[in-house]
T-cell receptor, first 109, second 114 residues
């Protein structure tokens, strides 16, 4: 979506290393920031989300951090495993959750 | 619960043919969505339905029509298919109308228009 940009488009990491992907949004009114994971041949699935009143949220090996001043939020994956290889989409309202173009993450065994 | 189901899984059409993609959800969600996914383009919203009886255009509605048949079902129709509509189509649903809720996606329909 035109309101949301993701970088880098492709990220390769060694198994066990950390991966960080960043999402930049344009609308300062956005208040909900999800990350979706899409495995090959499947539909996207929500893995973590954060609301604007919180700066960071963790769930086991994944975390999301939000910088409202700079209008970006990031997905952090620690101790990466082969099953983390997927395309990750961020999204931000308004515009009915405009999705970014996706980050391809490749975990090299 | 099956979640969000889509039929068919695969379809090949000739230019000018018509078809309807079916979507159903069993989570009692109010909102339903149709997206298309093309390489390098991410997910683009075609149409959505905030609640039963309402539909609205998304980012790329041209060439498509939708019907919210009831709370469970939301269909997408291509009246005269074009090669530019070759894509993977995803249906999704969420609990409350609006942007701030988890969307549940179906497995997708892979459509090729020759």
């Amino acid at each position: 979506g035109e309101n949301v940009e993701q970088h880098p488009s492709t990220l390769s990491v060694q198994e066990g290393d950390s991966a960080v992907i960043k999402c930049t949004y344009s609308d300062s009114a956005s208040n909900y920031f999800p990350w979706y994971k899409q495995e090959l041949g499947k539909g996207p699935q929500l893995i973590i989300d954060i609301r604007s009143n919180v700066g960071e949220k963790k769930d086991q090996r994944i975390a999301v951090t939000l910088n409202k001043t700079a209008k970006h939020f990031s997905l952090h994956i620690t101790e990466t495993q082969p099953e983390d290889s997927a395309v990750y989409f961020c999204a931000a309202p308004p515009n009915r959750l405009a999705f970014g173009k996706g980050n391809q993450v490749v975990v090299i065994p | 619960n099956a979640g969000v189901t889509q039929t068919p899984k695969f379809q090949v059409l000739k230019t000018g043919q018509s078809m309807t993609l079916q979507c159903a959800q069993d989570m009692n969600h109010n909102s339903m969505y149709w997206y298309r996914q093309d390489p390098g383009m991410g997910l683009r919203l075609i149409y959505y339905s905030a609640s039963e009886g309402t539909t609205d255009k998304g980012e790329v509605p041209n060439g498509y029509n939708v019907s919210r048949l009831n709370k469970r079902e939301f269909s997408l129709r291509l009246e005269s298919a074009a090669p530019s509509q070759t894509s993977v189509y995803f249906c999704a649903s969420s609990g409350i109308a609006g942007e701030s809720n988890e969307q549940f996606f179906g497995p997708g329909t892979r459509l090729t228009v020759l």
